[in-house]
Antibody, heavy 122, light 110 residues
Framework: QVQLVESGGGVVQPGRSLRLSCAAS????????MNWVRQAPGKGLEWVAV????????YYADSVKGRFTISRDNSKNTLYLQMNSLRPEDTSVYYC???????????????WGQGTLVTVSS | QSVLTQPPSVSAAPGQKVTISCSGS????????VSWYQQLPGTAPKLLIY???KRPSGIPDRFSGSKSGTSATLGITGLQTGDEADYYC???????????FGGGTKLTVL
């Protein structure tokens, strides 16, 4: 069965960095695009970024462009989100989500992890 | 302010039917497939509908989706108390080069 397990969340001061990981299993990771989606406390879903199956294409929400970098290691079946220059408004639960295709230009997220909480506060 | 517009809340009695609307534009809903997600309290979102009107395996046919022009609709029949959740629409936006979500609709089964 498909499993996505996020890790790396925690409390971090504004301006600092954090790297999230998402360990995937139960499917051929290298065949699918992968996404990060976040949800601030009590708020709705906000898409963050997507990376294509081979890492050749990445797209970002304007709110994180230039600060966050999505990457993947297909040999380790792992997705990453490097978050720099963190702001209080980045405080959210961060979910990784498996795309239905390889390119990533879809909204069909078949599987989601349980999420990891990132709190940006001094 | 979300790119896709959903009503903040809807409600109906058990056994009844409810619809949730999702309004967008030509750069998103008008030219791309729409997905719908259910998020039960304290859990990750779950895919309910993809490609406007298709259901993943395991999703009951009480849930349906449709699209017309730049709007989409989620329908739920035979409402159950277990359907109380937040529902989100989502699609790709060709101008933003982003996935966009609606602000979410809270369903209350009275």
């Amino acid at each position: 069965q498909v499993q996505l397990v996020e890790s790396g969340g925690g409390v971090v001061q504004p301006g600092r960095s954090l790297r999230l990981s998402c360990a995937a299993s139960g499917f051929t990771f290298s065949n699918y695009a992968m996404n990060w989606v976040r949800q601030a406390p009590g708020k709705g879903l906000e898409w963050v970024a997507v990376i294509s199956y081979d890492g050749s294409n990445e797209y970002y929400a304007d709110s994180v462009k230039g600060r966050f970098t999505i990457s993947r290691d297909n040999s380790k079946n792992t997705l990453y989100l490097q978050m720099n220059s963190l702001r209080p408004e980045d405080t959210s639960v961060y979910y990784c989500a498996k795309d239905s295709g390889y390119s990533g230009r879809t909204s069909r997220f078949e599987y989601w992890g349980q999420g990891t909480l990132v709190t940006v506060s001094s | 302010q979300s790119v896709l517009t959903q009503p903040p809340s809807v409600s109906a009695a058990p056994g009844q039917k409810v619809t949730i609307s999702c309004s967008g534009s030509g750069s998103n809903i008008g030219n791309n497939y729409v997905s719908w997600y259910q998020q039960l309290p304290g859990t990750a979102p779950k895919l309910l509908i993809y490609e406007n009107n298709k259901r993943p395996s395991g999703i009951p046919d009480r849930f349906s989706g449709s699209k017309s022009g730049t709007s989409a609709t989620l329908g739920i029949t035979g409402l159950q108390t277990g359907d109380e959740a937040d529902y989100y629409c989502g699609t790709w936006d060709n101008s933003l080069i982003n996935v966009v979500f609606g602000g979410g609709t809270k369903l209350t089964v009275l």
